[in-house]
């Protein structure tokens, strides 16, 4: 049975940061291309990181030099580190994984950014 299982979202002042995280089981974690979205109310969920499993990275223009994604390939995780966090933030954020015809979601962490 293949699980993605994200952690580490709260509520949290703007300026502050957070690191959310994602562990895989159920799936052989390196050959999979990983992603972090999210979703807004009312908005369509989007893309905010992704992670090749060679190590490449890409961003979402509105998170480029604040968001760090990365990989441990041998925990079967993958990171999303979020810095100067904003209200615009807000929202559920989903873990991804995608290789060949198989994609996968996790349930999903609220990260809320408010004072």
């Known amino acids: 049975q293949v699980q993605l299982v994200e952690s580490g979202g709260a509520l949290v002042p703007p300026g502050g940061s957070l690191r959310l995280s994602c562990v895989a089981s159920?799936?052989?974690?390196?050959?999979?291309?990983m992603g972090w979205y999210r979703q807004a109310p009312g908005n369509e969920r989007e893309l905010v990181a992704g992670i090749t499993r060679d190590g490449v990275t890409t961003y979402a223009d509105s998170v480029q030099g604040r968001f760090t994604i990365s990989r441990d390939n041998a925990k079967n995780t993958a990171f999303l580190q979020m810095n100067s966090l904003i209200p615009e933030d807000t929202a559920v954020y989903y873990c991804?994984?995608?290789?060949?015809?198989?994609?996968?979601w996790g349930q999903g962490t609220q990260v809320t950014v408010s004072s």
């Open positions: 991804n994984g995608r290789w060949a015809q198989n994609h996968y």
């Open positions: 159920g799936i052989e974690f390196g050959l999979y291309h």
